[in-house]
């Protein structure tokens, strides 16, 4: 069966197509469009809707060309309809209801976060329950996966999101946005131990996160230092700051579950130095880390696609008739 999978909850405008045939995956075809929001350093909603609105149209029609297959050949559609930017969500759910209701296909609305969440089983058959860190632009969270649409939420962060922090000093450094893969690039010939920077809830006893502290602590030292000419020592500290956060809130949930499984994702993880720091964790409790490919832990249409697959293996009823929420906490 052939599922198309449509996302624009934020700044990628993304289809793609899998056909899964006895549970096992194969992509037919996978097209992102990432906007460019560098000039203005951060996503404005207006602009990303009418972005979307503009290049939906054309990432469809090649995304059907490189798959070689019609409309007609899809068994099933998926669109994200929440968490995100309200435009967007319309823009994505308004262009899959009309393709379901002409076609009279069924649809599926799918929540963002449990696409990340769902997303690395696609590659690896990740059994339930897992613990799941999910780092994205807004959100970050520690949450027990127990099966398809039942989360348990462990802890989240309590102002910023580690990603929000990352593109906010990135942006303070002069770099592009997203700031992530370019606080990854400048770190990777860095010295991490050169600038001292707080650790946020160093040593606490629970799974909740916090990354304002140190954005203002990270902003403070960038406005000290007005004529820095080289950061690679200043992102190595600040990625390893963010490392040392995260891994210690992955051994508390790993302690407090006894989970031998965790998945990393989320844009964020797409970074490699903290895939492999959270591995060396995740490993002194003998549990391992999974994580989606890094291409596909950015949004993509391949997680909504997948999840689309997901909610119907479970026998979740496909429907028309709903809004979207640009709100959603992950179902439980
Ligand atoms: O999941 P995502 O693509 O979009 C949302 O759902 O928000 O995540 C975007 C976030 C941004 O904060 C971006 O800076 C971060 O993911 N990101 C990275 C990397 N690539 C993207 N952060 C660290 N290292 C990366 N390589
Ligand atoms: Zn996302």
Redesign the pocket.
Known sequence: MIYLGIES??D?TAAALIEVVAGIPKILGHRVHSQNHTASGGVIPQVAAREHLLHLPKVMESLFKEAGIQPQDLGGIGVTAGPGLIGGLLVGVMWAKGLALSLSKPLWPVH?LEA?ALMVRMEVPVAFPYLLLL?????CMLTLVHDVQRYELLGQTRDD?A??C??KV?RALGGPY????Y??ERARHGNPQAVNLPIPFEHAAHCDFSFSGLKTACLQWIQKHPNLTDSEDFCASFQKVIADSLSERVAHALRQTSLLRCVLS???A??AY?RQRLQETCAKYGAKLYAPP?AY???NGLMIAWTTYELHRKGIAPCTDFQVRPQWPLPH
């Open positions: 909850s934020c990628e963002h990340h780092l994205s632009g807004g959100h999101a990603g929000e990352l593109d990135a997203p700031g992530g893969v606080i990854e989320g844009g964020v797409a970074n903290f890094p832990c950015t949004d």
